[in-house]
């Protein structure tokens, strides 16, 4: 269901907090001017606690969220296998 991870490039964060998202990303994605766009910082052992930001356009939220829900069960085997890993 999910396509695998692709590098779009970099972007710098300017003086006012503000990012470019680069011009292939935004084609791919049919990111447009006024679109929005939602931005999660997601936990880890970072600095503030947080390693990773998602961004994710609002309109997709529901159908996210539906298929977590869809396949909770298995995500949820997926992490604890994870977890029982790591504390061994």
């Known amino acids: ?7 779009f490039g970099s972007t710098t964060v300017g003086d006012r907090g503000q990012i ?3 011009a292939e990303l935004r084609k791919e994605y ?3 001017a006024g679109d929005k766009l939602l931005v999660i ?6 600095r503030a606690g947080y390693e990773n930001i998602m ?3 609002a309109e997709v939220l529901n159908r ?12 949820k085997k ?3 296998e ?3 890993r790591k504390s061994e």
């Open 20 to 22: 470019v998202l680069p």
């Open 82 to 84: 994870e977890e029982n």
């Open 30 to 32: 049919k990111i447009e």
């Open 64 to 75: 996210v969220l539906a298929f977590i829900e869809m396949q909770k069960n298995t995500i």
């Open 1 to 7: 269901m999910f396509k695998e991870p692709k590098f």
């Open 55 to 57: 961004l994710l356009k």
């Open 41 to 46: 910082g997601m936990p880890g052992e970072g």
């Open 78 to 80: 997926i992490l604890d």
